[in-house]
């Protein structure tokens, strides 16, 4: 699982899954490109890992501004081949059918599938000419299962799941491996700040193992299909759910 020699770009990089992922993929070896909205916890974090010997570059950019988002990916892809990605990035906006603002549901659509569809579009041209790339999009299980009262982000993480199996076909005889991970309830700092005790209760009743995951569990999984090890894995979607949802 070692990723020497790999530069991997991850959304949504200042905390949560993205953290973790920044941190689990900096221990294998590889060079890191951080993006995230907030400069603070993005800041922080690439100074904690580069001050560890790791090659990071970080930029503070809003993935829903797709014009700044390509001419930074544009302009960091030039000093050398990011050959692995991993769209993270994410937010929610709850709401049923009679509730949901379209602005809203448009907002996660461009969120969860218009900024990881660019950043594909910009970055794999450069894996297939290099015959070798990862590409790891994060999804959910309520993209199973749907989510009442979370009708845009259910609708939207099937969509990265229907994103991640088309991709692959695109690109398997390149090299290129395209799966997606489909985490179940994560105790994120979202998830912490945000979401009621009750809800949690209810996910984790549900779940197999009784608890939440911890970021790094989800990030390992992503870790690992970004590896050799998974080298005949695509164009699947990997629940890390406890079991929850399966
Ligand atoms: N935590 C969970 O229980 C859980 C479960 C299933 C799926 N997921 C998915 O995992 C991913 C990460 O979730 P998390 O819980 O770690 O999220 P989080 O809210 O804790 O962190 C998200 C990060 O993305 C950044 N971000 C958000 N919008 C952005 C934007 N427009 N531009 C740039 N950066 C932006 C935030 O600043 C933050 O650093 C998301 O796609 C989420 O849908 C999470």
Sequence with gaps: MDLKGHRVLITGAGQGIGRACA???ASRGADLVLLD????????LAGNLSGMGTRVVARVVDLTDLD????????????????ILVNNAGFDRPGTTAKIDIKDFEAV???????PLLLIKLLLPGMRAAGWGRIINVSSIYGLIGGKGELAYSTVKAGVMGLTKS???EAGKEGVTVNAVLPGLT?????EKFMADRFKESIIAETPLGRMAEPEEVAKVIAFLA????????STCVPVSGGWGI
């Design 23 to 25: 941190e689990v993929f």
């Design 109 to 115: 659509i461009g969120i969860h599938l218009t900024a």
């Design 187 to 191: 105790r994120t700092p979202t998830i």
């Design 37 to 44: 909205k907030n400069p603070a916890t993005l800041e922080e």
């Design 227 to 234: 590896s050799d090890d998974a080298s005949f894995l695509t």
């Design 68 to 83: 700044r988002l390509g001419m930074e990916v544009e302009d960091v892809a030039q000093e050398s081949l990011i050959d």
């Design 167 to 169: 991709v692959a076909k």
